[in-house]
């Protein structure tokens, strides 16, 4: 309650700082497009504060209540984010200005008010609103037209292992739909579907989380995803979300496993081949190799996660082959299970959506908040001959957008060393 009441107040106060920004700027303006904009500012930022507080502050009021919920996980980042942006370069500049007045005070001298230092002053203001502007559009990109803004990654590897007949391999990997959260929006994932077929992969994974809570959100989506074409085949895993993750105290070993096996079914439908704790064997001119999908396996301290996924399980009575592949949903898997204690060449996981928000420059860097909750949240990884790709998934979850990552698709090509 304390926290609550101080994030509350902090809030407002950063408002009012934001807003000093914008009465620097707008200080020479004729008199009522200043007063315009300074009162539209004011009025629309605490309104978004206002009623994003009364709705969280009501949650169990409004938390059936789909709209309201998005408008309040929506309103509450985007105005935080922006209004937090402009605060922290205005603050840059004050404590500029504060360690310059510091210092001639110090050495005695006359501090003369000029031109200069409004200058400097409607300087940082304007950058500050600048940064906010670019923070707001990108938030507003991102939750209307950013989360359909799909990307087509490559992700290159070679292997001393590969059998030459499999030299050139193409896997498309998809995963973390949600189709939950997409409401029947069919448009936009019917885009998706062509772009991968136009991809001509020899076969597709999907890596998990098909829905939110339960199987029926996948139900309308059949028609969809069985008009996706590999080569060769379709193959598919389960996610945490699709034994029914999230919903708390209502799940039951049974109603899991119920929700898991819909999930499953309807997979099937769309003309994958489920890999619950099971392995096939992918043949082509007479050479072969192993691919095993396990259940969902993901590590937290809390214990939040399901842990169905066995490789041992999974990979038992497999034959000899000098190359696999694993489908596991969770990179945690990879690191607690699967790295240096299993012989998997490359393993194919999701969850953790990049975060959904981040900020990335291709093949320079990229920075997301899921970096702190994971070691490894997107892209790809090697420790010595074994290879981790995390994939950003497609779908969105608790927040309806994606801001700075893009739903991605992977184009995996293996080639023989």
């Given amino acids: 309650m304390i926290v609550r009441t101080l994030i509350t107040f902090a ?26 904009t300074r009162i539209a500012f004011l009025v ?84 500050a609103l600048a940064v906010g502007g670019v923070m707001l559009g990108s938030f507003l990109w991102g939750t209307t037209k950013g989360k359909y803004g799909w990307r087509v990654l490559k992700n290159k590897l070679s292997f001393d292992n590969l059998p030459a007949s499999f030299d050139g391999l193409k896997i498309v990997q998809i995963s973390d739909l949600h189709l939950g959260s997409f409401q029947n929006n069919f448009e936009p994932l019917q885009e998706a579907v062509e ?40 193959y598919a895993i389960l996610g945490n979300h699709d034994y029914g993750w999230g ?74 082959v000098p190359f696999k592949i694993l489908l596991s949903h969770d990179p945690t898997h990879w690191d607690h299970k699967i790295m240096g204690k299993e012989n998997v060449d490359l393993t194919l996981a999701g969850h953790t959506h990049g975060g959904q928000m981040g900020i990335a420059i291709p093949g320079l860097f990229e920075i997301s908040a899921a970096k702190f909750f994971y070691d490894r949240y997107a892209g790809a990884y090697k420790e010595g001959k074994q290879h981790l790709y995390v994939n950003r998934g497609m779908g969105f979850l608790i927040f309806p957008g994606r801001v700075g990552m893009p739903p991605e698709i992977t184009l995996h090509t293996l080639n023989k060393a």
């Fill in 11 to 36: 809030t407002s106060f950063l408002i009012l700082y934001a807003y000093r920004a914008l009465h620097i700027v707008t200080k020479k303006w004729s008199k009522l497009p200043r007063r315009f």
């Fill in 44 to 127: 629309l930022t605490f309104f978004v504060y206002i009623t994003t507080t009364y709705i969280s502050v009501n949650f169990e009021t409004y938390k059936d209540t789909e709209a309201l919920m998005n408008y309040t996980i929506v309103g509450a980042i985007t105005l935080s984010v922006t209004v937090l942006s402009i605060c922290i370069i205005q603050l840059i500049g004050d404590l500029i200005l504060l360690f310059r007045y510091l210092k001639f005070r110090a050495k005695n001298k006359e501090i003369v008010s000029g031109g200069n230092e409004m200058t400097r002053r409607t300087f940082v203001s304007k950058m």
């Fill in 247 to 320: 919903r708390g105290h209502e799940m039951t070993p049974e109603s899991k496993q119920t929700i898991s096996r819909g999930v499953a079914a309807i997979a099937e439908k769309m003309d994958f081949k489920m890999l619950l704790n099971e392995h096939t064997i992918l043949e082509q001119d007479g050479e072969k190799i192993g691919l095993v999908g396990v259940e969902n396996w993901g590590y937290s301290p809390q214990g939040w996660f399901p842990t169905e996924g066995d490789y041992t399980k999974a990979s038992q009575d497999m034959e000899d």
């Fill in 195 to 234: 772009m991968i077929n136009e991809l001509e992969a020899d076969y597709i994974v999907f890596t998990g989380d098909l829905v939110n809570e339960t199987y029926t959100e996948a139900e309308p989506w059949i028609n969809v995803f069985r008009k996706l074409k590999a080569k060769k085949d379709k």
